[in-house]
C-alpha cells in the first residue's frame, strides 16, 4: 500500500474538510508537535484558512530530539489522518495545515531563519507544563535548571523554551522587525502571563534592554484549550489505513469534542480561529480556572485512583459506579463552588458534560498517560481548589483523597503488586521518598516537604495534612473501599 501523501490528495476527497485548498505560505511555528496540537489548533487553523484565507501554514517543531517523527510526517508532505471516535463510530480527516516539519537541534539553523522571518507572525506552543522551565516559587525562569543554566552559557544555540524563544525575539529585534505573538495552549493557570514572566526573566539575564522590550512590546495572550487526545496505537494506524486506502504512520486519534477561548490580542494578525467555533474573549481566566479545576482535576484523581486499582482507560475508571459518583461529588460540592464564572457558563452542564467525555468507550484513553508529571500538574489541576477551600473553610476530602492516590502512586506498585514505571522530572526525588517512608503519616509529611511541589502556607496547613493522613490511611486499607468511603 502506498503512503499518504499530497501528490494522492484527489484520491482523499472524501477524507478533506473541503475540496479547496491553497498551499499557505508558513505563518505560525508551533512548538511542541505532540498529538494534541495536530488534532486540535491545526484543524481550526485549517477551517480558518479554508473560510478566510490568509498564510497561516504552521511549521511544527520537536523539541526532543525526536527525528524520527519528523521523518514521518515530512515522508508524509506534513499529511496525517485525524481519527474522530466517539460513541457513534469513527470518522477520518485528512489535516492539510501543517506544512513543514523540524526536529531541535538538528534543525537549529532552519528554525531560527524561520522565527526569523517577519512572515512568521505566531509563535504557539504545546510544550506541557514541564517545558516552560518554570521556577514554581517565583514564576520566573528556573535557573537552576540545567537546561536553561546552559541556554543562558550559550544563548546562540538554546534548547529550551524561554532560550529559543529569547533568541528568536533577539534576532527580530536587532534587525528591526516587528515581534510575533507567543500562544501558549498548555494547561497552566494564566498560561500567556505565566510564559510572559518566564521568558522576560530569563531575557532579563542576558540583556535589560531585550527585557524590556519584550516585556512591553511582545503579546502573549492566554488561551483554554480542550480536547481529549490519546496516544496513537496500532488501532489508529489501522483505522486511517482502513479508511484512506493509504499507509498513515502518524495518525491522531482524539474524541469528538473540542473547544479554544481564547484572549484576542495578536497584534501582528492571527487566523479568523471563530470561524472554526473559536471564542475570542477579552479574559480567558475563568474558563482556564474552570477546565483544570473541573476537567484536567478529576482526570488526574481518576488516574491515580486507577493506577493503584487497575482500571486501564479513563472509561474503565468512570464505568466504575461509586468512582464515578465519587467525581461527581467532588466536582460538585468541593471545585464547582471555588469557581467564578461568567453567568452564561452552567457548571453543572459542564460537569455532566464532562462525565459524559470520560464515559466515551471508543476513546481508550490510558490512565497512565494521564499519570505522568504528577508534580507539574497537581498545583494547577488540584492544589489551587484545596487552597481555596482552606481559605473559605470548607471540606475538602475528595481533592485530598487525589492528592494522596499520587503519593501512594508515586510508590511505583499498583495494589494487585503489579510494577509501573513513575515519568515526572522529579521522578527520582519523589518515588525515593514515597518507598521510604514507612506508613501512611511519613509518606504525607514526606510530600509536605517538596517545596517545588506545596507552597509553604499548603505545607503548614494542619487541616491539609490531616485529610491527607486520612485519605493515604484509607487507601492504604484499599483502594476499591477507599473509593467507596469517599464517593
Ligand atoms: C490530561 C489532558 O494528560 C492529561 O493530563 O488531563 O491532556 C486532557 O486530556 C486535556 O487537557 C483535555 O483537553
Not at 133 to 162: H, M, Y
Not at 171 to 190: G, K, Q
Amino acid at each position: 500500500m502506498t503512503r499518504l501523501s499530497r501528490a494522492r490528495i484527489d484520491a482523499l476527497q472524501a477524507h478533506l474538510l473541503s475540496p479547496e485548498w491553497r498551499a499557505p505560505e508558513i505563518g505560525i511555528v508551533h512548538l511542541g508537535i505532540g498529538n494534541f496540537h495536530r488534532a486540535h489548533q491545526a484543524l481550526y487553523t485549517e477551517e480558518a484558512m479554508l473560510a478566510r484565507g490568509g498564510d497561516w501554514g504552521i511549521c511544527g517543531v520537536t523539541l526532543q530530539g525526536d527525528v524520527t517523527k519528523r521523518n514521518a510526517l515530512m515522508a508524509q508532505d506534513g499529511l496525517y489522518s485525524v481519527v474522530e471516535r466517539g460513541p457513534d463510530g469513527v470518522r477520518v480527516t485528512v489535516a492539510r495545515a501543517l506544512c513543514e516539519v523540524l526536529a531541535m537541534p538538528a534543525d537549529r539553523a532552519s528554525l531560527f531563519e524561520l522565527l526569523a522571518n517577519a512572515r512568521v507572525r505566531i509563535v504557539s506552543l504545546t510544550v506541557t507544563e514541564k517545558g516552560y522551565c518554570r521556577d514554581a516559587k517565583t514564576g520566573d525562569a528556573d535557573f537552576s535548571n540545567e537546561g536553561v543554566i546552559r541556554d543562558l552559557a550559550q544563548p546562540e544555540e538554546p534548547s529550551t523554551v524561554p532560550g529559543i524563544l529569547t533568541t528568536a525575539l533577539k534576532a527580530r529585534l536587532d534587525a528591526n522587525v516587528s515581534p510575533f505573538t507567543v500562544l501558549s495552549c498548555d494547561n497552566l493557570s494564566h498560561n500567556g502571563a505565566a510564559l510572559k514572566q518566564v521568558v522576560v526573566s530569563y531575557a532579563a539575564r542576558l540583556d535589560k534592554e531585550l527585557a524590556a522590550w519584550i516585556y512591553a512590546e511582545v503579546s502573549f495572550p492566554s488561551t483554554m484549550v480542550d480536547r481529549i487526545v490519546p496516544a496513537t496505537t496500532d488501532a489508529d494506524r489501522e483505522a486511517a489505513r482502513d479508511a484512506l486506502g493509504f499507509i498513515d504512520e502518524a495518525p491522531v486519534p482524539c474524541e469528538p469534542f473540542r473547544q479554544w477561548v481564547i484572549e484576542d490580542r495578536f497584534p501582528a494578525g492571527r487566523p479568523a480561529w471563530e470561524v472554526a467555533g473559536a471564542q475570542l474573549v477579552e479574559e480567558v481566566g475563568p474558563f482556564e480556572i474552570a477546565k483544570l479545576r473541573m476537567l484536567n482535576a478529576t482526570h488526574s484523581t481518576l488516574a491515580y485512583l486507577s493506577m493503584l486499582a487497575g482500571f486501564e482507560t479513563i472509561s474503565d475508571a468512570i464505568g466504575h459506579a461509586p468512582l464515578r459518583q465519587l467525581i461527581h461529588a467532588m466536582m460538585t460540592e468541593e471545585i464547582a463552588p471555588t469557581l467564578n464564572v461568567p453567568a452564561s457558563f452552567n457548571l453543572l452542564a459542564y460537569r455532566d458534560a464532562l462525565l459524559e467525555r470520560y464515559a466515551n468507550p471508543a476513546l481508550k484513553h490510558r490512565c497512565a498517560q494521564i499519570a505522568m508529571d504528577g508534580s507539574q500538574k497537581m498545583p494547577p489541576r488540584i492544589l489551587s481548589t484545596i487552597d481555596a477551600r482552606l481559605r473559605s473553610g470548607e471540606p475538602f476530602e475528595r481533592l485530598a483523597l487525589g492528592v494522596a492516590a499520587w503519593f501512594l502512586f508515586l510508590r511505583g506498585t499498583a495494589e494487585d503488586g503489579t510494577r509501573y514505571a513513575v515519568s515526572d522530572p522529579y521522578a527520582e526525588q519523589l518515588t525515593q521518598l514515597a518507598s521510604s517512608a514507612q506508613d501512611a503519616e511519613h509518606l504525607v509529611d514526606a510530600m509536605l516537604g517538596v517545596p517545588d511541589v506545596f507552597p509553604a502556607s499548603l505545607a503548614a496547613s494542619s487541616a491539609l495534612r490531616d485529610a491527607l493522613v486520612r485519605a493515604a490511611c484509607s487507601l492504604e486499607r484499599g483502594t476499591r473501599g477507599a473509593i467507596e468511603g469517599y464517593a
